[in-house]
T-cell receptor
Framework: DVKVTQSSRYLVKRTGEKVFLECVQD?????MFWYRQDPGLGLRLIYF???????EKGDIPEGYSVSREKKERFSLILESASTNQTSMYLC????????????FGQGTRLTVV | GENVEQHPSTLSVQEGDSAVIKCTYS??????FPWYKQELGKRPQLIID?????GEKKDQRIAVTLNKTAKHFSLHITETQPEDSAVYFC????????FGAGTRLTVKP
């Protein structure tokens, strides 16, 4: 069974903290994505990665960075959390063949206070 | 990058009626167009997809049509049921994957 797992379901952090959101997939997928989901704005792409140590900016990368040291793990880093980064964060993965399904993690609801 | 626009943002129908959600995209290189359904509190899941060499695809009560010339594609749900109530996202993909803003569909019993 396909599995994409995000490390936390709910997270509360203070303004200015460094925050790590972890995503692990067990399908040997090359491509991994981080999105944030806000009401009325849909799923906005933050960063994606084609392979280990590779990363590409999405539409809203400001305030975020990513790390892909191993194929199965894609981490989203908030260098200095701010209240406007309070959101639902979704990780997804898919293999490198273009026309195939992407699988999502269960999401991490991050609140920055 | 790709820009995907989705309409309407909310849609309310009576049980048994049809629902149509439309999306347009900007990158003519996009060649894969999936639709995801997200129920409340759950992760998005693929319900149907279409590739650029096909104009229409159907799976029971759901169908997707693609017009590559006009760069738009649509999701059609017939004989809607209350369990179809969810948020639906379209996406367009070449290398990365961009989503529309979502449509909240409510099916009233």
């Amino acid at each position: 069974d396909v599995k994409v797992t995000q490390s936390s379901r709910y997270l509360v952090k203070r303004t200015g903290e460094k925050v790590f959101l972890e995503c692990v997939q067990d399908m040997d997928h090359e491509n991994m994505f981080w999105y944030r989901q806000d009401p009325g704005l849909g799923l906005r792409l933050i960063y994606f990665s084609y392979d280990v140590k590779m990363k590409e900016k999405g539409d809203i990368p400001e305030g975020y960075s990513v790390s892909r040291e191993k194929k199965e793990r894609f981490s989203l880093i908030l260098e200095s959390a701010s209240t406007n980064q309070t959101s639902m964060y979704l990780c997804a993965s898919k293999d490198s063949v273009s026309n195939t399904e992407a699988f999502f993690g269960q999401g991490t609801r991050l609140t920055v206070v | 990058g790709e820009n995907v626009e989705q309409h309407p943002s909310t849609l309310s129908v009576q049980e048994g009626d049809s629902a149509v959600i439309k999306c347009t995209y900007s990158d003519s290189a996009s060649n894969y167009f999936p639709w995801y359904k997200q129920e409340l509190g759950k992760r998005p899941q693929l319900i149907i997809d279409i590739r650029s060499n096909v104009g229409e695809k159907k799976d029971q009560r759901i169908a997707v049509t693609l017009n590559k010339t006009a760069k738009h594609f649509s999701l059609h749900i017939t004989e809607t049921q209350p369990e179809d109530s969810a948020v639906y996202f379209c996406a367009a993909r070449f290398n990365d994957m961009r989503f529309g803003a979502g449509t909240r569909l409510t099916v009233k019993p």
